[in-house]
């Protein structure tokens, strides 16, 4: 079937069919980024942290701008070729447009991959360390060294489980000893996890036997559930009695119907005779599945290592909650034991007091004395270069965002002398800060802050975006020839509307640029 | 590298709406608007460098150029300049709604529950 319009103006619209769908679609996607960039003003006006500024390298960013604009040249000079019936040039300038489209993914994968090996602790008094990790190989280290992002649980001798919701996924994080230098070694396959139930029993603790177990819990609940309807329905009418005769005194008084009254209990004391017989059928299913069943009765079940007691090394990510004796997974396993190593090694780069009540007392510097001197000395040079220049904000400079943002967030190279900084940047001197003193710890990556968020997500559509329309550039080189002999307007023509989309990926990528790496 | 046969630069050597087409012509205009845009990416990273004392200027100042930067690109190489009617009335909704978007953080400072509250 021929296809109308793919080459000819349609003569209501003046143009080709292929045309207006595209005007049709940039439209759509207008509406889409410009969602995302109301979202980035909301997120911007209403944050209650001091907005990044200047964080991003610059650099990359500006390259990819240099990258795209370039290719929204020789896109339209590809289009410019075919009308002139160049095709050498059409293939010479959407190999470059494609090369382009590649170098604008490596830069972005370079720019994502540093953000994700850069970490940040945001400490309990407000005070943030950002640096990088001296090691990301987290499963063999010794205490003494690095642990990542990991928090290690020695001398488990028991654990309880919710026999609603846990299972057993928490034994891949079971470590065993191999020696002093491996002390978090894997365990061997097939390696068997002995306990003791509250009964006294040894079983090889293992989902073979945690099943059951967890059935005869839901079919023991759904049998008390039934009963608790019906006694439920009995104690119903009883209650609402009660409630008639509280709302005579109530704030909003209505007459006691004694006729009511009489009737409801008479129903109520009706179903709890006809019930009886039910309800003792039920009571006794129960004693009989408890008495079967004695690891199920109870919600929580705790089991006692039997043997040796166990070693976990767990990600942060993976546990809700720990303390000093306890480690509370997200399905509500809890390990009971010994905390040994829970310190997040970091080789600080910033230092940022902007949120910090009292600068002097920062937590930052039980972890950087050597730091303290410095960093003071240079706010006290910024603060004298700041008010030479704004003489009128004399009393209140502290409030002026600029003047935080140069004189209390510091780039450690900027105040440690050569020395210091060696030694800062050296692994082995890597600071350990104790997880007592955290209140939050992640990477760069969205879930640092809503700026690195917007920033992943509108930066990330607008990757898939390239790599959607390389993808159609590249099909319309690759199958290009053989339309361009039968027909290379309408060759042409594909061109024009794969070139409008790439030049939309510019057009967004204009705005992208300094929203997120200059403003 | 091929050349065009002369049969299909006859009959193609028109841009969509019929306008003859020279390729060196068009190929040196598309090149100096790219500079030209390689050269306000460069302003707007000094601008973004210079204290004009207030932050809310120099993000002003970026938007305007950067806003420039895209009229160039939409009426240059998008070919706006010279487009069908209909492109304009899908466009000029698209505007208008596009527009109304940035302005939707006002409500923010609308809230009738926080001024509810607060008085």
Same mark, same amino acid.
């Given at each position: ?28 996607e207008?509406?889409l980024f ?67 489209a590649?170098?604008f993914m490596?830069?972005k ?347 992943f997500l509108m930066t990330g559509l607008h990757g898939l975006h390239v790599i959607g329309g390389a993808i ?29 989309f790439?030049?939309?990926v510019?057009?967004v ?11 | ?14 841009? #969509? =709406?019929?306008?003859? *087409?020279?390729?060196?012509?068009? /190929? ?6 790219? &500079?030209? %845009? @390689? ?14 004392? #207030? =932050?809310?200027?120099? *993000?002003?100042?970026?938007?305007? /150029? ?6 160039? &690109?939409? %009426? @240059? ?43």
């Amino acid at each position: 079937m021929e296809i109308p319009y793919t080459v000819t103006a349609r003569p209501d619209t003046g143009l080709y069919n292929a045309k207006v769908g595209i005007w049709l679609f940039l439209a759509s996607e207008v509406m889409l980024f410009g969602g995302l960039f109301s979202s980035y003003v909301f997120l911007r006006i209403g944050a209650d942290f001091p907005w990044p500024r200047h964080e991003l390298h610059v650099l990359p960013g500006f390259i990819n701008t240099m990258v795209l604009i370039g290719s929204s040249v020789t896109v339209l000079s590809a289009w410019a070729s075919l009308k002139a019936r160049r095709y050498g040039w059409f293939q010479v300038n959407m190999v470059i447009t494609i090369l382009c489209a590649l170098a604008f993914m490596c830069i972005k994968s370079y720019e994502y991959y540093g953000k994700f090996h850069h970490y940040s602790v945001i400490m309990v008094d407000g005070s943030v360390l950002d640096g990088h990790r001296p090691s990301d190989h987290a499963d063999e280290y010794s205490p003494d060294q690095y642990n990542g992002d990991k928090v290690a649980l020695t001398e488990v001798k028991s654990f309880t489980l919710n026999l609603a919701k846990s299972t057993t996924g928490f034994l891949k994080h079971q470590r065993i000893s191999a020696g002093p230098d491996k002390p978090y070694a894997e365990v061997s396959a097939g390696t068997v996890v002995r306990v003791r139930t509250p009964e006294g029993k040894e079983v090889d603790f293992s989902e073979a036997w945690l099943k059951p177990v967890k059935r005869a819990f839901r079919d023991l609940e759904n049998i008390r559930s039934d009963l608790a309807i019906i006694t439920e329905r009995i104690e119903s009418p009883k209650k609402q009695v009660e409630a008639m005769k509280a709302a005579v005194t109530g704030n909003y008084p209505v007459p006691f119907d004694a006729a009511k009254a009489e009737k409801l209990l008479a129903d109520g004391a009706a179903l709890k005779a006809s019930s009886l017989e039910k309800i003792a059928k039920l009571e006794a299913k129960i004693a009989e599945m408890e008495k079967d069943n004695p690891e199920s009765k109870a919600p929580n079940l705790t089991l006692q290592v039997a043997g040796t007691p166990l070693t976990f090394l767990v990600n942060e990510r993976d546990f809700a909650k720990y303390n000093a004796g306890e480690i509370s997974f997200r399905d509500d396993v809890v390990l009971t034991g010994k905390v040994v190593n829970d310190a997040i090694p970091l080789m600080a780069d910033v230092i940022d007091l902007r949120q910090t009540k009292d600068p002097e007392k920062s937590l930052v510097w039980k972890y950087y004395p050597q730091l303290k001197e410095p960093f003071f000395k240079h706010k006290e040079e910024v603060t004298g270069a700041f008010l030479k220049k704004h003489a009128a904000h004399a009393n209140d400079f502290e409030k002026d965002l600029d003047w935080q943002h140069e004189a209390l967030r510091v780039e450690i190279e900027e105040i440690a002398s050569k020395e210091e900084l060696e030694n800062i940047e050296e692994p082995a001197h890597a600071i350990n800060i104790e997880r007592s003193d955290k209140r939050f710890y992640s990477n760069f990556s969205p879930s640092r802050s809503p700026y690195y968020a917007i920033y992943f997500l509108m930066t990330g559509l607008h990757g898939l975006h390239v790599i959607g329309g390389a993808i159609v550039l590249s099909y319309f080189l690759l199958t290009g020839r053989k339309m361009y002999k039968r027909n290379p307007e309408h060759l042409a023509n594909r061109v024009e509307v794969g070139g409008l989309f790439w030049h939309f990926v510019d057009l967004v990528w204009i705005f992208l640029f300094p929203v997120f790496y200059l403003l | 590298m091929d050349h065009p046969s002369e049969t299909s630069a006859v009959h193609g050597d028109h841009d #969509s =709406h019929g306008a003859p *087409i020279d390729l060196a012509k068009s /190929i040196r205009l598309y090149v100096k608007v790219g &500079v030209l %845009l @390689i050269i306000f990416t460069c302003v707007t990273w000094g601008v973004a460098l210079i204290d004009f004392g #207030s =932050h809310a200027l120099n *993000i002003g100042i970026g938007l305007a /150029i950067a806003t420039f930067k895209v009229s160039l &690109v939409s %009426l @240059i190489f998008m070919h706006l300049n010279h487009e069908r009617g209909l492109i304009y009335k899908v466009l000029l909704f698209t505007v208008i709604l596009g527009a109304a978007m940035m302005f939707l953080f006002v409500l923010a400072f609308m809230d009738p529950i926080k001024a509810a509250l607060t008085h």
